[in-house]
């Protein structure tokens, strides 16, 4: 955003990252989070104190979700830049977003909702294995996981003796084998006008599941081309956002995952790919009609983020879902793909505090 010409203020969440970066010229130590009450009446008496900003952009779901949910709330006369609440409030709702795909004619692999632990076991056995259980909301992680992949009944009879808890409903849904592929994209009006595909080489959980830590641009596959345009019209989508695809290539097998109101967490990608996604974001909730180029990557591109990585190494030995003795391995892994990589998601010699914060951050937590 400072690069477009905006003076950027940041709320201090997630460890500070963004707040000691130099591209931030304040900081708002907002009293609460998004994901406590009272944070958008917060928000709303600090922008009525602050008539000089003029666009908020939400970045984290939470507060993508709590603006769809508050805008009355809030002033006006203010860019928010984020698509329409209804968009929002439908793609952030799984079982809605299935019922979405099957009208738009995009592949979804079969899934079953569930209210009950006998419910989970009983669809396990209808759809069959491989298959993931899923959170209606990714806020709300299961056992610790973003989704529960399992290969055979008995692990998952296992790992679910109870039904978790605090879910009301879950989503059993066939596994689809093969890599997860992101596609970055802006719509004006249900039409893409921007694109880059990412396919995942490796997340921060060893089921695959989680943020990724290392992929690749491609030129864009005709069909998740596509499936993405299908999903933007169904929507009538205006906004930028991030559609997800399991893809298994060897059994002609696709299945649409979610899709993301919000910008990807590894924003480095689609910016480094040219996508102009924060401009984007601001220019078209202020003027859909704007006249924009169409713009698709060509790809190739390979990012990596060292500290997810390791991360999600130690999060995924203790979890269970790694031994330690694939431990070295990985790690070798983790600083091959760093030395390797064309750029990095948090590190950048011309802005190093952010990436050393995260750093710091979390060896503070381990002497904790």
């Known amino acids: 955003m400072a690069l477009l010409g905006y003076r950027v203020i940041v709320t201090r969440d997630h460890g500070g990252l963004a707040a000691v970066s130099r591209a931030v010229s304040e900081v708002w130590d907002a009293p609460k989070t998004a994901k406590e009450p009272g944070f958008f009446e917060c928000l709303s008496e600090y922008l009525a104190e602050r008539p000089d900003i003029g666009a908020v952009v939400p970045v984290e779901e939470s507060y993508v979700l709590g603006l769809a949910r508050n805008r009355a709330k809030l002033p006006p006369d203010r ?25 738009a004619g995009v592949p979804s692999a079969a899934a079953q909702v569930v209210e009950t632990l006998d419910q989970i076991f009983d669809a396990a056995a209808r759809i069959g294995f491989p298959l993931i259980v899923r959170p209606l909301s990714s806020l709300q992680p299961i056992a610790g996981r973003k989704a529960f992949i399992t290969q055979e009944e008995s692990v998952l009879r296992e790992a679910l003796t109870e039904w978790p808890e605090g879910h009301d409903r879950l989503i ?45 641009t491609l030129p864009m596959p005709d069909d998740l081309r596509e499936f993405t345009a299908r999903m933007a019209a169904a929507l009538d989508y205006t906004g930028v956002g991030l ?40 220019d078209l909730a202020e003027d859909p009609d704007r006249e924009e180029k169409v713009f698709e990557s060509e790809g190739g591109l390979r990012h990596a983020w060292f500290y997810g990585d390791v991360q999600g190494i130690r999060k995924s030995v203790s979890h269970g879902m790694m031994r330690r003795g694939q431990v070295p391995g990985a790690l070798w892994q983790a600083v091959r793909d760093a030395v390797t990589a064309d750029f990095h998601v948090i590190w950048s010699w011309r802005d190093p505090r952010p990436g050393i914060s995260q750093f710091t951050n979390s060896l503070r937590n381990a002497f904790r």
């Not at 860019?79 to 099957?102: F, H, N, Q, R, W």
């Not at 970055?184 to 080489?201: E, P």
């Not at 059994?251 to 990608?269: K, M, Q, W």
């Open 172 to 216: 059993v849904q066939r596994f689809i084998r093969g890599p997860r592929f992101n596609v970055d994209f802006a719509a004006q009006k249900g039409r893409v006008i921007r694109a880059v595909a990412t396919q995942i080489l490796r997340t921060d959980a060893y089921d695959g599941t989680g943020i990724d830590v290392c992929g690749k």
């Open 243 to 282: 559609i997800q695809f399991m893809v298994d290539r060897d059994r002609d097998e696709i299945s649409f995952l979610e899709l993301n109101p919000r910008f990807n967490g590894n924003t480095a990608v689609p910016d480094r790919a040219g996508l102009e996604l924060c401009r984007l974001s601001i």
């Open 79 to 103: 860019i928010y830049g984020t698509p329409s609440d209804e968009i929002v409030t439908t793609c952030l709702d799984k079982v809605a977003m299935l019922e979405v795909a099957g009208r």
